[in-house]
């Protein structure tokens, strides 16, 4: 081991952006998005990640995984998540916790194939240039003059399918929730297939009869049109309609992907929720053994590297907030046309983002931390006391 191998020093920061006006899906309604950023430095080479999860995911960074990862070989990616993973069995593995690990591991291989001087997708042998992405917003909040304008943008740019919300106020709005969809189906005219997304607003019975009129309407996808904790439920609805269900984007541990792959036509991964390239890589390839589709969820431009190097990734989700965000968040965020996402520096090492100056999203209350070697006399006060 070198010493430019080592992992030296970890910081971690929480950023708010904000939304241009509050945005509502069938169950929620939110006006900011959050991002927590990874910054892991081995010696020269500095590693970037990012989660779009709570400021919560600082502190588990800061005093779980950081002193389970300093000090240690970094030309493993795989190691350093299994110990980050073991660490947190007794706080838990999923929702916070492995959207916080999910950028250190991100952080990791980016660190990883800057120091072998590759691109991250050549690394894991890139079979492609570009993804299909499918535009995806379409709020329950909008009005038909905003939806309609979203509508233009993404067949303007060239995309193949769309993806809007219903299921509004948790099941209470099917004649709007239909009309909605009936709004778009005519606009698009067949152009691009149109996806909806209920966010689990619908009892099981609703979505039955929702899935009939979508049905009908010639709709392809349809998403957690019950809760994702419904998995007989997501499974018979799949049995009964035309179009397909998806679900999956809370999935966090390979095992909650092997159950949701016995209950939907297509599993959604997430690779901020999930185990970061680690994790996603993992739940992709038992869905493949399975033959179920993969799609990647939210974060456009962390998906990109895995959909290039695993060409049965379907497509990934052009989502409006976080295409909004990345903008904001890295130089380098990536480019769509004709339908297609592709790296704007292809050539780049790594995955080819660099972190902006963010300093004026920063979340006021929690400030920056960083952690490392260089800041502590001794590496031993990062770790717990081993028993012999
Ligand atoms: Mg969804």
Redesign the pocket.
Request: hydrophobic share 0%.
């Given at each position: 081991m070198t010493h430019a191998a080592v992992v030296d020093e970890v910081e971690v920061r929480a950023l708010s952006f904000a939304t241009s006006a509050p945005e509502s899906d069938g169950t929620l309604t939110w006006d900011h998005t959050n991002v927590v950023t990874v910054e892991v430095r081995a010696g020269p080479e500095v590693g970037l990640g990012w989660s779009y999860t709570s400021p919560a995911a600082v502190e588990i960074i800061r005093s779980v995984l950081a002193p389970e990862v300093l000090g240690e070989d970094s030309s493993s990616p795989g190691r350093l998540w299994e110990r980050m993973h073991r660490a947190c069995r007794n706080l838990g593995t999923r929702g916070v916790a492995m959207a916080a690990i999910s950028a250190m591991d991100i952080a990791f291989w980016d660190l990883r194939s800057k120091a072998l001087r590759v691109p991250l997708a050549d690394l894991w042998g890139a079979h492609r240039d570009s993804v299909p992405v499918y535009g995806s917003g379409g709020f329950t909040s909008m009005d038909d003059g905003q939806l309609d304008e979203q509508v233009e943008a993404w067949l303007s740019a060239g995309c193949s399918a769309l993806k809007l919300k219903i299921g509004e106020n948790w099941g209470r709005n099917l004649t709007r929730d239909l009309d909605r969809v009936a709004r778009v189906m005519a606009r698009v005219r067949g152009d691009a297939q149109v996806m909806v997304?209920a966010?689990g607003g619908y009892s099981r019975s609703q979505a039955m009869h929702v899935g009939q009129d979508l049905d009908l309407l010639g709709v392809t996808w349809f998403?957690?049109p019950v809760s994702s904790e419904d998995l007989p439920g997501l499974g018979q609805l799949s049995d009964a309609l035309n179009c397909e269900v998806a679900a999956g984007?809370y999935i966090a541990e390979i095992s909650d992907a092997r159950s949701m792959c016995e209950a939907v036509d297509c599993v959604?991964l997430d690779v901020t929720r999930c185990g970061g390239y680690t994790g996603w890589r993992r739940c992709a390839a038992y869905a493949h053994a399975v033959h179920v589709p993969v799609s990647g969820?939210g974060a456009p431009a962390l998906h990109l590297p895995l959909a290039l190097a695993d060409h049965t990734v379907r497509h990934t989700e052009w989502f409006s907030d976080h295409v909004t965000v990345e903008e904001q968040l890295i130089e380098g965020a990536p480019a769509v046309r004709n339908g297609q996402m592709s790296s704007v520096r292809p050539a780049a090492l790594g995955h080819g983002y660099r972190l902006k100056d963010v300093s004026r999203f920063a979340v006021d209350d929690v400030s920056t931390q960083r952690v490392g070697m260089r800041a502590v006399t001794s590496l031993d006060a990062h770790r717990p006391p081993r028993l012999t």
């Open positions: 997304d966010n998403e957690e984007e959604q969820h």
